[in-house]
């Protein structure tokens, strides 16, 4: 079955430090992965997807098969990147499914 | 228009009153989808809707009744629901139909109901 593990529930950075949202995924085919966040009161809105392969609001993230990962990285965090964010998994056969993580509260602290 | 719009922002309803969501989209997408979303917690797929018609349901309980009256709306009607039921309830919609073989759309979703049952 497929799986996204976000292990950190919470994380808190201060602003300008690097920050690193972990994501690892189980699934043996072609996964599709990306990252979605939700600022506070406010929708959840598509940040990244592993085939577009861009940079969106200096947030990046490279799908590593050999690890099953695909980690969401900013090398300088700013305070308005608070927000929860989701990893989530697609797959060829999956009819547009998607299997989210449990997420992750990423706070930035001034 | 490029924005799912989801209405009413807030419902609070007894365990035997009947009511709708309503979701509706102007971006000529051709799926829809209805998620369920605990605090705290990431959504999970209720029903999704391709071209009018229910493609997938995700084994949600019959007081949950998704209705697509055309390709722009999608409802959701709601009767004799219980406490455990209340939770923001999102509805997105994508570009394609989804199909095997193709990359996964992005889905676009809209601020979600609130809703609450007493």
């Known amino acids: 079955a497929q799986r996204v593990t976000q292990p950190e529930k919470l994380l808190s950075v201060f602003k300008g430090a690097p920050v690193e949202l972990k994501c690892n995924y189980s699934y043996s085919g072609s996964p599709e992965l990306f990252w979605y966040v939700q600022y506070s009161r406010q929708r959840l809105q598509l940040l990244l997807r592993h085939i577009s392969r861009e940079s969106i609001k200096g947030f990046t993230a490279d799908l590593n098969k050999g690890e099953t990962s695909f980690h969401l990285k900013k090398p300088f965090a700013q305070e308005e990147d608070s927000a929860m964010y989701y990893c989530a998994l697609g797959w060829e056969t999956s009819g547009s499914r998607l299997t989210f993580g449990e997420g992750t509260q990423l706070t930035v602290n001034p | ?118």
Not at chain 2, 3 to 18: A, C, I, R, S
Not at chain 2, 89 to 95: D, K, P, T, V
Not at chain 2, 109 to 114: E, L, M, V
Request: net charge positive.
């Open chain 2, 1 to 118: 228009d490029t924005e799912v719009t989801q209405t009413p922002k807030h419902l609070v309803m007894g365990m035997t009153n009947k009511k709708s969501l309503k979701c509706e989209q102007h971006m000529g997408h051709r799926a829809m989808y209805w998620y369920k979303q605990k605090a705290k917690k990431p959504p999970e797929l209720m029903f999704v809707y391709s071209y009018e018609k229910l493609s997938i349901n995700e084994s949600v309980p019959s007081r949950f009744s998704p209705e697509c009256p055309n390709s722009s709306l999608l409802n959701l009607h709601l009767h004799a629901l219980q406490p455990e039921d209340s939770a923001l309830y999102l509805c997105a919609s994508s570009l394609r139909i989804p199909s095997r073989g193709r990359p996964t759309d992005t889905q676009y979703f809209g601020p979600g109901t609130r809703l609450t049952v007493l």
